[in-house]
């Protein structure tokens, strides 16, 4: 999708989000994640650290080989370039990291580490979470280990090698997990067949957070195929993200948010 075309997406989005702030969620559940997480500003003490990491890779001009799974096509790139292209920004990485920590979230799963910027965030608010994310690309899984290893982050394991090839005996470590984050190959069978074999390991209380809803037609159409499935009740839409609920007590229902 063009980057016009992804303007104007937002810009829709932005004027049709019906449902930011809460405004008509009559939903108790849905009405205070809205306040309490997409609404919520304060800065926890381990934003600062995350964020000079964030600083030193897009400062770092060292050229890494990238095996890329998804579009097949390898390529040399510097570890700066790899954090402009593919870090979150630090809105939605400590979106993530309110998420764990509002609901107390202890066995989280990444697909797609990059840098590890997303990860740090996922693993940070306790010492308790187990966190597992997987990297394709091994030289790209060696900058993350640095990150990892400066933050001091000793409860992610980082599970190197093909997500096709490795996701099941990942999954086989897990008797259920509370929060997957799926940021890896953006094709529409993949996120799907992503979705698909984590399915078994979720819970009442789970969620899934899917990057990049927007980013293309295949992917947009990903996302609203996975809205289909029946064991999933109420989703929010941040456009740069996809939230999916499973809890069985919530009605079925989509909402579009835009977070500020």
């Known amino acids: 999708m063009n980057?016009?075309?992804?303007?104007?997406?937002?810009?829709?989005?932005?004027?049709?989000?019906?449902n930011t702030n809460g405004f008509g969620v009559h939903s108790p559940f849905m009405f205070q994640?809205?306040?309490?997480?997409?609404?919520?500003k304060h800065?926890?003490?381990?934003?600062?650290?995350?964020?000079?990491?964030?600083?030193?890779v897009l400062k770092n001009n060292e050229k890494i080989y990238?095996?890329?799974?998804?579009?097949?096509?390898?390529?040399?790139?510097?570890?700066?370039?790899?954090?402009?292209?593919?870090?979150?920004?630090p809105r939605f990485g400590q979106l993530l990291f309110r998420i764990v920590h509002y609901f107390k979230f202890k066995n989280v799963l990444?697909?797609?580490?990059?840098?590890g910027i997303s990860t740090a965030y996922l693993a940070s608010s306790s010492s308790q979470i187990k966190c597992t994310t997987i990297e394709g690309c091994p030289q790209t899984a060696s900058q993350a280990r640095k990150v990892f290893k400066k933050l001091n982050l000793q409860n992610i394991e980082l599970v190197e090698g093909n997500i096709d090839v490795v996701l099941n005996q990942v999954l086989d470590k897990y008797q259920t997990l509370d929060l997957i984050y799926i940021d890896a190959n953006h094709k529409q069978e993949a996120v799907i067949r992503y979705f698909e074999k984590c399915?078994?390991?979720?819970?009442?209380?789970?969620?899934?957070?899917?990057?990049?809803?927007?980013?293309?037609?295949?992917m947009?159409?990903?996302?609203?195929?996975?809205?289909?499935?029946?064991?999933?009740?109420s989703s929010i839409d941040l456009f740069e993200m996809g939230i999916v609920f499973f809890n069985k007590d919530l009605s079925k229902k989509r909402y579009k948010v835009f977070y500020k």
């Not at 800065?43 to 030193?56: A, G, H, N, Q």
């Open 110 to 115: 990444e697909l797609g580490t990059s840098l």
């Open 199 to 218: 399915l078994p390991k979720i819970h009442n209380e789970s969620i899934i957070i899917f990057d990049d809803i927007h980013w293309s037609e295949d």
């Open 3 to 18: 980057v016009f075309k992804i303007i104007y997406k937002k810009i829709y989005h932005y004027f049709t989000a019906r």
């Open 66 to 89: 990238i095996t890329d799974y998804g579009t097949g096509k390898n390529r040399q790139s510097t570890v700066k370039e790899i954090a402009k292209k593919s870090a979150k920004s």
């Open 33 to 40: 994640f809205i306040q309490n997480v997409l609404g919520e």
């Open 220 to 233: 947009e159409q990903a996302w609203n195929k996975i809205l289909g499935y029946d064991e999933i009740s």
């Open 43 to 56: 800065f926890f003490y381990v934003f600062s650290s995350i964020e000079l990491m964030r600083k030193d």
